[in-house]
């Protein structure tokens, strides 16, 4: 036999690779874990909607990763994460059958960003949606040889943080930010 015959495929043969059913499939997994999802039509309206997010919070103080997309953001970066209101990241990667986020952290995009302020704000390019977690791990394996250089976490987020009590009433941000909102470009 071949190798090419021998090879399991874990793609499940239900989930779409067609980018726009990935792309609703990503935003109504990720609303049903309490998460929220904002399509903006052009990358160019990207900072105006941040700063209206910034706004609509209330926030006072916002962390951000060093990212191209956020250099004219008009915001200064808070260095002091466990006292920022709002924390900014990109999202490397999207899993649409449960709605997840991905973020591949290094010394430029610390994991904490994410995790600390009770505001996590990600911003997601659509193209990079993929069917399920089995097509971010090919995907993963066919662009990064060095993974030691890359990052040194690989953070899956489903919705807001999460946590329930012996009688199962469930509370959201006691470990982690209470809202999670993308912003997909």
Not at 4 to 9: G, I, L, V
Not at 133 to 147: D, R, T, V, W
Request: overall charge negative.
């Amino acid at each position: 036999m071949s190798k090419n015959t021998t090879e399991r495929t874990f793609a499940n043969p239900q989930l779409s690779t067609n980018q726009s059913k990935l792309l609703n499939d990503f935003i109504v997994n990720f609303e049903m874990v309490s998460g929220e999802a904002h399509l903006l039509g052009k990358k160019e309206n990207l900072i105006e909607k941040i700063n209206k997010l910034i706004l609509e919070l209330d926030a006072h103080s916002v962390s951000f990763w060093n990212m191209e997309s956020l250099k004219s953001l008009e915001l200064t970066s808070e260095t002091d994460l466990a006292s920022a209101d709002i924390g900014i990241t990109g999202a490397d990667f999207a899993i649409a059958d449960t709605g997840t986020l991905v973020l591949l952290s290094g010394s430029e995009q610390p994991r904490l960003t994410s995790l600390l302020p009770p505001v996590h704000i990600a911003i997601l390019e659509k193209e990079n949606i993929v069917a399920n977690i089995h097509a971010l791990f090919a995907k993963l394996g066919n662009s990064y040889e060095n993974y030691d250089k890359l990052c040194s976490c690989i953070s899956f987020i489903t919705g807001p943080s999460r946590t329930a009590d012996i009688e199962l009433n469930l509370t959201l941000g006691v470990h982690g930010p209470g809202r999670a909102i993308v912003v997909i470009i």
